[in-house]
């Protein structure tokens, strides 16, 4: 009977001092004595381009474990695109989505996963119960998903990132989106089988190696694509924002002209009129900008195809073969 195989993919950039680190955790679960020695598995590492000895290193370990998998990008997408595409090479009965070679998510919580998903689950993921950081970055997140999750039409659980295992079936599913800057969480709980998920509580460690390299610029973006990529929310807010003003100029204009009317000369001529004009148009404006963005979202959905980034090269894995009405705008790789 053959042994059931376990995907996990670690994105890196300019992370020379953690991929062996990373390499050897997940080997150790893996091993005739580990707590995963019943299953096979593959280590696919997407390195973003990286500028230092990263991608140097992780050829060292393709060539004596053929286990390594390795993607090198034609330049940095970012982690989530560099993700979203290691995904569509894995061939695992179950999928870690993101294991980080910071380790700050620890890879001995996989047993744990793999044991749940034995059971029936479906999806297994870590909620960051605590995380080795400032009480500020705590609290910001803490408002975002809170935010996320009014917002959108899914619910995205709190703490919870792409370190979880996804069986085959939802692997499946994630990969017909055809998403320019993927959302990867969101894509996930967009899916469902909520009743089929459970989570793992674990503390989020601080970085053992180097600096993060997710600034609070990339951050923001990829705060604002989660909240974009699964809601309508902030434009339908602008029509009635912009609706809004337009009725309380209307209303202060009444009350401008009956204030005119009973204390004649109250103010200067042309004022009252200039300052209900100004009101009123700029809630029209606000009202169709958001009605426009209604039409350019739509717009946006439907061409936001297109290959996820382009592989300047592959170790250990073969190229995609796709249909031909797959990707339709697929360039190629270099």
Not at 100 to 111: A, H, K, M, R, S
Not at 155 to 169: G, H, K, S, W
Not at 304 to 320: A, K, W, Y
Request: glycine fraction near 8%; aromatic fraction near 12%.
């Amino acid at each position: 009977m053959s042994r059931r195989l376990i995907s996990i993919v670690s994105p890196c950039f300019d992370e020379e001092d953690n991929v062996e680190a990373c390499y050897d955790a997940v080997r150790a679960l893996f091993a005739r004595e580990g707590p995963l020695a019943g299953y096979d598995y593959e280590h696919v590492f997407a390195d973003n381009s990286s500028t230092d000895g990263t991608a140097a290193r992780l050829k060292a370990l393709a060539g004596s474990d053929p286990r390594v998998k390795i993607i090198v990008n034609a330049r940095n997408y970012g982690p989530f695109r560099s993700t979203f595409n290691a995904l569509r090479h894995t061939k695992g009965d179950a999928v870690v989505p993101m294991l980080p070679v910071d380790l700050q998510d620890p890879p001995q919580l996989i047993p744990e996963f793999v044991r749940k998903w034995e059971e029936g689950y479906l999806r297994v993921y870590g909620v960051r119960q605590k995380r080795r950081e400032s009480w500020l970055m705590r609290f910001m997140r803490r408002r975002y998903y809170w935010l996320v999750n009014r917002l959108s039409n899914i619910e995205i659980p709190e703490n919870v990132a792409e370190f979880q295992l996804l069986d085959r079936a939802i692997v499946r599913s994630l990969l017909r989106f055809r998403d320019y800057y993927p959302y990867i969480r969101g894509m996930i709980a967009n899916i469902g089988f909520n009743r089929e998920s459970t989570g793992v509580d674990y503390v989020w460690q601080r970085r053992k190696s180097g600096k993060s390299k997710n600034s609070l610029f990339n951050l923001l973006d990829q705060g604002l694509n989660g909240i974009i990529s699964f809601s309508n929310v902030p434009m339908r807010l602008a029509i009635l924002s912009g609706f809004g003003i337009a009725i309380f100029s209307i209303v202060y204009g009444a009350i401008q002209l009956a204030i005119n009317v009973i204390y004649f000369g109250a103010a200067p001529a042309g004022i009252a009129t200039l300052i209900v004009a100004l009101f009123f148009f700029s809630g029209v404006q606000l009202a169709l900008l958001g009605v426009l963005g209604e039409y350019v979202s739509a717009i946006h959905s439907q061409v936001r195809q297109g290959d996820v980034l382009i592989e300047r090269e592959l170790i250990n894995l073969e190229p995609l073969a796709r249909p031909a009405d797959e990707w339709p705008q697929t360039p190629g790789r270099l």
